[in-house]
């Protein structure tokens, strides 16, 4: 406990961590003027590819939570980070249509059709996905082009349970194809590195909070910086044995994390 005392920029999963749907969790903004009162520095970290920054403010927004666009990294910022120097002829992007403008909005050459100068598929977590897209990306796949996708989430917590994520979609692909893509999003350590860089705090005064054990902390491992398991999401105690994953702390959610930080 006395090492997170020291804990100056506290990194945020989103869904399942600080709300699910509409519904922010009790305790939320308490931390978050928690973390302001010891003089440190929030942002938000979603491996959610689906909305772009700009409904992500209006959505915290609504909940009571006043940010800008310096107060996210999202796994689109970090898969155009990674895109950009690669210098590809032409992308299909699999996402949706928010998705797809930010790459555009970024310089990089998109398509959602197929083309013979195409030599990547960039998928991301497809809330507007159809069969047409799927059949597409197999027939890339089978011409050996590169493979990224935004993360290898297996599902998005909702109200009533879970939906299909990115992860998810990828593995359907890879029983079609036997091609499995490089992931950008946590447990890639990417967006962690770039929020220390752009923030200028140490590793050591970081945490990453987040619900899940195989993107959320094991990113926080890979990226060497304290890792937080919250309950309030996906995540359950027994996956710490079923993913190897070991969290430095555990918490109900994130009431009980400020109940213990303020004690």
């Not at 059709?113 to 047409?132: K, N, R, S």
Request: charged share 25%.
């Amino acid at each position: 406990m006395e090492n997170l005392k020291n804990i100056k920029l506290y990194l945020l999963d989103m869904d399942g961590t600080i709300y699910l749907d509409d519904n922010l969790f009790d305790g939320v903004i308490d931390f978050l003027k928690h973390i302001k009162a010891i003089g440190g520095r929030y942002m938000f970290l979603t491996n959610n590819s689906s909305k772009s920054v700009d409904k992500y403010i209006k959505k915290l927004d609504k909940l009571g939570i006043a940010a800008t666009a310096e107060d996210f990294l999202t796994s689109v910022d970090a898969t155009i980070f990674y895109l950009k120097p690669k210098k590809y002829k032409k992308i299909y992007a699999l996402g949706t249509k928010s998705f797809k403008s930010q790459l555009i909005q970024e310089g990089l050459n998109i398509t959602d059709t197929l083309e013979d100068d195409i030599d990547c598929l960039c998928m991301g977590f497809d809330t507007e996905l159809a069969f047409q897209k799927i059949e597409d990306a197999c027939i890339l796949l089978g011409r050996d082009i590169d493979y990224i996708a935004t993360n290898p989430d297996l599902v998005c917590p909702t109200w009533y349970g879970s939906v299909p994520d990115c992860g998810s979609v990828s593995e359907m692909l890879y029983n079609a194809t036997g091609k499995k893509p490089f992931f950008i999003g946590k447990p890639n350590s990417l967006m962690v590195d770039l929020a220390v860089e752009k923030t200028g705090f140490a590793r050591e005064q970081t945490a990453l909070i987040g619900d899940r054990l195989y993107t959320d902390i094991a990113c926080a491992t890979n990226a060497q910086v304290k890792g937080i398991f919250v309950l309030s999401g996906e995540g359950t105690k027994d996956d710490i044995q079923k993913y190897g994953v070991k969290p430095d702390y555990i918490y109900k959610d994130i009431k009980t994390l400020l109940n213990d930080l303020t004690r």
